[in-house]
């Protein structure tokens, strides 16, 4: 079943309408004719049934057949990403959106290379959008994460942070495995952390500097490996041992 994205406010008649690319899509790339069913995500914890009534030269309006709302994960994970060169971002914006996250924060610390104006820094955020609604499509997923624009590291560092459990991947001594604080965090609480926020650097990794600040704030340092991994594999693979750890049985 071939699968759509509207906001949630286009959701909410017995009718609905797809506009612009997503018409395209449908229209030009899936051919798609009346009578088919497809499926609508809103990216607010929704799939809806629906049928093609008609597809125009720029529109395809549908008929809902059925709802089905999907509670929200019982883990908000949060990735605090530092800025990769070239396509490893939307790269990371993919498979992190596949993997569940519910909010990515695209940093620029002292060595990202990347540099963005203020104008460029809201593009690349509705580019990277645009990439996380094809990886939802893609996977069936009823929720879309927020994708902020890219912010300084020291200017994210000085807002409130409320994660129950805050992790930064690094290279310093004394790195522990994801697992001993998940497991530390359940002895203490009696559950798993409800929100988790994940901090992984660039090429190079933090400085020192950097990776002492957001100790200070609050994050305890985790090893991913004898390995120096690249800055898109190491959220990736965080990520999947978060997915494996909180999702599996107590």
Known sequence: MHRFHLPPAACGGSRLELEGPEAHHALQVLRIQPGECVQVLDGAGHRLRCRVESAGRRTVSLAVLEREEVAAPRFE???MQALPKGKAAETI???ATELGVSRIVPLISERVV????????GLKAAKWRLVAIGA???????WLPQIEAPVRLQEYLARPQRFELSLVASLQPGARHPREYLAAYQAE???RPASVGVWIGPEGDFTPEEVQAIETAGARPITLGPNVLRADTAAIYCLSILNYELLSPA
Do not use: F, S
Not at 114 to 121: G, K
């Open 77 to 79: 994970i949060t990735l």
């Open 93 to 95: 914006v993919e498979k």
């Open 114 to 121: 990347v540099r963005l104006e203020a104008d460029e820094a």
């Open 136 to 142: 939802m499509k893609q996977c069936g997923l009823p």
């Open 189 to 191: 609480h009696g559950r």
